[in-house]
């Protein structure tokens, strides 16, 4: 059975970090894209960022850009996500995804993490 599980959520103070981790397993994620999606209360999922296989593409949303990082550890088949200077707006359940061919449409998601920013 794959799985996805996501870990590092919490309750953290605007301007300051977290870093989620993602540990997959069942299967290879070989060639996988590995990436992080986040959805806010009242509002649908949204892409935050995703990094290739190799580590060499990797792309985060505009208004995350500067803050947030993504990366990986193949040997472990671990994505994370790096999180600095929270603002309140980060609120939301974090999920990561795995695809072969594209992370919007992912094959495989994890259930999520929750992060809260306070003011």
């Known amino acids: 059975q794959v799985q996805l599980v996501e870990s590092g959520g919490g309750l953290v103070q605007a301007g300051g970090p977290l870093r989620l981790s993602c540990a997959g397993s069942?299967?290879?994620?070989?060639?996988?894209?590995m990436g992080w999606f986040r959805q806010a209360p009242g509002k649908e999922r949204e892409f935050v960022g995703v990094?290739?296989?190799?580590?060499?593409?990797?792309d985060v949303v505009d208004y995350v850009r500067g803050r947030f990082a993504v990366s990986r550890d193949n040997a472990k088949s671990t994505v994370y996500l790096e999180m600095n200077s929270l603002i309140p707006v980060d609120t939301a359940v974090y999920y990561c995804?795995?695809?072969?061919?594209?992370?919007?449409?992912?094959?495989?998601w994890g259930r999520g993490t929750q992060v809260a920013v306070s003011s």
């Open positions: 995804a795995a695809d072969p061919i594209s992370i919007r449409v992912a094959r495989y």
């Open positions: 069942g299967r290879t994620f070989r060639g996988y894209a």
């Open positions: 990094i290739s296989w190799s580590g060499g593409s990797l």
